[in-house]
């Protein structure tokens, strides 16, 4: 994995500059997270460089949260440690804890009490394991 795009798979905060940019904001004090999109166009962009070249998307319900950090971690061949999930997400782990079972289960995830890493056959069913999480 790229150092740089580590941060992203981590589920870390980022800023979106210019037009076309997209950044993440985790608002812990709000429950939520906040996905940030500028408009692609740069005339556009560069003519109403203000609130309106830019949208956002909120996440505020737990299971949206869980399901963003999973989409994101779960690709990282050698996943994360839980501990990060709970980090990152201020989510306890425990809701995991029976769409996890049933990951692990099928063969999609590894069975690690401290990691949440999925199998090379999760990976190719990537979508699959999340929606046991939703």
Not at 65 to 70: H, N, T
Not at 76 to 83: I, N, S
């Amino acid at each position: 994995t790229c150092v740089h795009n580590s941060n992203y798979w981590q589920f870390g905060d980022y800023l979106g500059l210019g037009a076309g940019a997209h950044g993440k904001v985790t608002l812990p004090a709000e429950n939520a997270i906040e996905r940030r999109a500028k408009t692609r166009n740069p005339r556009t962009y560069l003519e109403t460089a203000g609130g309106a070249a830019c949208t956002a998307q909120r996440l505020e319900r737990a299971r949206e949260i869980a399901v963003e950090f999973l989409l994101n971690a779960l690709r990282l061949t050698g996943g994360v440690p839980l501990r990060l999930f709970v980090e990152r997400t201020g989510l306890p782990a425990a809701m995991l804890a029976g769409p996890r079972r049933e990951a692990v289960d099928r063969g999609w995830l590894v069975d690690a009490a401290d990691r949440l890493q999925a199998t090379p056959a999760g990976r190719e069913v990537l979508n699959r394991v999340l929606e046991l999480f939703v």
